[in-house]
């Protein structure tokens, strides 16, 4: 394997926290030619670039998950349509308001609604919940994740009140796309929504798995140039998690050191992004939230979805699947102070929505 050196690596430091171009080729060699204490050194650097965007303080969302029906079949997904294994269950409007509920008195400011594409939960049903939860928490921010809608069904969502919206890509690459998911759906498309978010001024979130079947080093360099052009305010990128009962239950997983690497990275060229210690790292690692934050990550979306739903909720295997009530959330404190964080319990929005093609305003 080819190395880098110690000086190589500071300079290349640099050159992600600037402004300049950075070359794919530098990309790909801080992914594959780091030794485990440059990786490490990295993930500090990344570490205190988020310390001094946000201080020691994380933000914290509610994560509602809303429905496990859904209408498409990527590969790698538990809740995909032709896995009948799974019991499905979607929340009423009720249900859901009573989650919010529970999460203000918790102390939450961001909802976040989040479910597979579910056809019952169509663009009259979700105008009318957006309303229903903004009509008695004005001042609480929404965040969707819900797939892919069109244009107009994003323009109402926003009008209705919802601030913010996730939607990985995935992945850039077309090929690696058409190997992850079936012909009807498109990397095209995907990128599109992407756009149209962006467009209507939602704070836009993206990301990808690490590690995912056929993923190469290139490909997760596309995807980084990917997101240096649409310039998100939230990155989420969790580990591909091999999950029974779908075509890719044989498969690797990915790394925590692989996805965390990757978050240093994107933290040190995104410094203002709002990133996640998503739920897929705790799922391989107990302390996969702590690696994340010891690596530039700054917000935990602690779930707060009614037990039974949690539990059908599987994407992926679950393998620290509790109930994230006041006492969870308690743990998730503590752990957040046994590093020497806090849990910053603001809305925690991105400064400004970015229009600029500058990815460090
Ligand atoms: N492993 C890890 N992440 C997964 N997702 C879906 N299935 C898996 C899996 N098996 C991720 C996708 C999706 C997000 C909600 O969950 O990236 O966008």
């Keep these: 394997m080819q190395t880098i050196s110690n000086e190589t690596l500071q300079q290349y430091t640099d050159l992600l926290k600037s402004n300049e171009k950075v070359m794919p080729d530098i990309y790909l060699a801080l992914l594959s030619q780091l030794n485990p204490q440059q990786q490490d ?7 205190q670039t988020a310390v001094g965007q946000f201080g020691k303080g994380i933000y914290v969302r509610a994560l509602i998950e809303i429905s496990n029906y859904c209408k498409n079949n990527c590969y790698y997904c538990g809740i995909r349509c032709a896995n009948t294994t799974i019991q499905r269950y979607r929340l009423t409007q009720e249900q859901i308001i009573e989650a919010c509920q529970k999460a203000d008195q918790l102390g939450f400011k961001t909802f976040v609604l989040q479910g597979g594409e579910d056809p019952q939960q169509n663009d009259e049903w979700m105008v009318q ?26 323009r109402r969502f926003k009008q209705a009140g919802a601030d913010r919206f996730l939607l990985r890509h995935e992945t850039y690459n077309a090929k690696h796309y058409c190997q992850l998911h079936p012909h009807n759906m498109s990397r095209d498309n995907r990128i599109n929504c992407l756009r149209q978010l962006k467009e209507l001024g939602y704070q836009t979130g993206t990301g990808i798995m690490v590690g995912s079947p056929y993923q190469t080093m290139q490909d997760i360099v596309e995807d980084i140039l990917f997101m240096e052009q649409l310039l998100p305010e939230m990155i989420g990128i969790g580990p591909f998690i091999a999950t029974p009962n779908t075509p890719f239950e044989q498969q690797a997983s990915g790394t925590v050191d692989q996805t965390t690497l990757l978050l240093a990275l994107l933290r040190l060229r995104f410094p203002k992004a709002l990133i996640p210690a998503t739920t897929a790292l705790t799922a391989l690692d107990d302390h996969g939230r702590e690696k ?8 935990i979306m602690p779930n707060v979805s009614p037990p039974d739903a949690r539990e059908k909720y599987a994407i992926y295997t679950k393998k620290n699947i509790f109930s994230e009530t006041a006492d969870a959330i308690a743990d998730i404190q503590n752990r957040v102070n046994n590093i020497g964080y806090h849990i910053d319990w603001t809305r925690g929005d991105y400064p400004l929505t970015i229009k600029q093609q500058n990815n460090h305003v």
């Design 41 to 47: 050194w990295l993930r500090q650097q990344a570490a």
């Design 129 to 154: 919940l957006i309303t229903n939860i903004k009509t008695l928490f004005p001042q609480h921010a929404i965040t969707l994740s819900i797939g892919e809608r069109d244009k107009e069904a994003y």
């Design 292 to 299: 994340a934050i010891l690596s530039g990550a700054n917000v």
